[in-house]
């Protein structure tokens, strides 16, 4: 009798460890096979910047939603974690997310360059795909060869300003306000070298911290100097907060900005006094059938418009989900599949990686005329 106990309690264990390394194995392909994929996201939901990062997560979860509404494609989830706009808060996501859930092997990161950057030496350590579909500092190009994003850089998009500010208004001389961490320094820098290329000169450059509500001493710097045309390299709440606060000094100069200006944001403060402002912008197509059926599916869900950041966000995780089926989850493999696509055809437009992980994307020159985005025409 004691021995029939013991065999049984035997053949118990036995099933009990078969079932736990089951359950193990399991749990490690999960990302890949026999279960479902699970994409990381470090996102600045709350903070300064929060408004971006939620265009961010919207594009995100609606290619989730299609993704998973295909026959055949695995389930996807995305496993989100709040960065709050503060870069140390967003390495210790991005940490937690490669300590839990048996690690993943893709992350979404946005929209805080800083962040991006705090991570991308922990992402190519740990071979984790990390991308971002709203990040534009240029020092992102050189972060390492796990690092890829669908958002023009921010060193294109000053090139291209430095050229519509020299050729189209014929302006030689200008002040640059900048906010103080990686991007808005990096934006400055790209710039000035550009605009000096074309003989231009950066007569004074100011620098912003973000969530900061008074911008005063930067503003009366700039009309001392008797700056006639300045740059603004900042979110939309603290260039509009800047050209509010110069017009109520008597400070009226000519307003240059780039993508991230295009934001309700801008318009909730500044009202008035930003009609004029001119901008280079990462644009989508609207007559693009993909945008469109995109868009209409996007307000169907959140009630808003989508923008270019949200349409990043859905084909960066489109491309994400495609290339861990496609390698498997392998890391070396994600990376050819990334490098390999010549030409990706999403609803932001057609997109290829270069070495460097970057896309070139369509630019427009574009205004804000009676309180709305606008393509630019001659001044």
């Known amino acids: 009798m004691k021995k029939n106990r013991f065999i049984?309690?035997?053949?118990?264990?036995?099933?009990?460890?078969?079932?736990?390394?089951?359950?193990?194995?399991n749990t490690r392909k999960r990302h890949v096979g026999q279960g479902r994929i699970v994409v990381g996201a470090v996102i600045d939901l709350t903070g300064p910047i929060a408004m971006y990062g939620n265009w961010m997560k919207d594009g995100a979860?609606?290619?989730l939603e299609h993704w998973n509404a295909i026959d055949g494609n695995e389930d996807a989830i995305l496993l989100v974690q709040d960065s709050q706009s503060d870069v140390k808060k967003g390495v210790s996501a991005f940490q937690?997310?490669?300590?839990?859930?048996?690690g993943v092997p893709a992350v979404l990161i946005g929209p805080n360059s800083s962040t991006v950057l705090a991570c991308a030496p922990l992402a190519n350590k740990s071979k984790v795909v990390l991308f971002t579909p709203t990040a534009s500092s240029p020092n992102i190009s050189?972060?390492?060869?796990?690092?890829?994003?669908?958002r023009s850089s921010g060193a294109q998009e000053m090139i291209e300003l430095a050229r519509v500010i020299s050729e189209k208004f014929q302006i030689k001389e200008v002040g640059f306000i900048a906010l103080n961490n990686d991007a808005g320094i990096a934006y400055e820098q790209a710039f000035v070298s550009a605009f000096e290329t074309r003989g231009g000169q950066v007569l004074q450059t100011e620098l912003l911290d973000l969530g900061v509500a008074d911008f005063r001493t930067?503003?009366?710097?700039?009309?001392?100097?008797?700056?006639?045309a300045v740059v603004l390299g900042s979110p939309a709440k603290e260039a509009a907060t800047v050209i509010k606060q110069a017009a109520e000094l008597n400070y009226k100069p000519k307003w240059f900005s780039a993508t991230p200006i295009e934001n309700p944001t801008l318009i909730e403060i500044a009202g008035s006094f930003a009609d004029g402002l001119v901008y280079v912008a990462e644009t989508v197509d609207h007559n693009n059938p993909l945008f469109s059926d995109f868009a209409q599916k996007f307000m169907d869900k959140f009630g808003y418009e989508p923008n270019v950041f949200c349409a990043n966000a859905y084909d960066g995780t489109t491309i994400l989900l495609q290339a861990i089926v496609s390698s498997h989850g392998k890391p070396d493999q994600m990376l050819q599949y990334l490098h390999s696509l010549d030409?990706?055809?999403?609803?932001?437009?057609k997109q290829a990686f270069d070495k460097q992980g970057d896309v070139v994307k369509k630019l427009s020159v574009k205004t804000v005329k009676n309180g709305t985005f606008q393509i630019f025409t001659k001044p």
């Not at 118990?12 to 359950?23: A, P, Y």
């Not at 050189?142 to 669908?150: K, L, P, Q």
């Open 218 to 228: 930067q503003v009366f710097k700039m009309k001392n100097a008797n700056i006639d």
């Open 8 to 25: 049984v309690i035997v053949v118990l264990l036995v099933v009990l460890v078969s079932l736990l390394v089951t359950n193990l194995v």
């Open 343 to 349: 030409e990706y055809n999403g609803v932001a437009g």
């Open 142 to 150: 050189n972060s390492g060869e796990f690092i890829f994003r669908n």
């Open 96 to 102: 937690y997310l490669l300590a839990n859930n048996d």
């Open 61 to 63: 979860e609606l290619a």
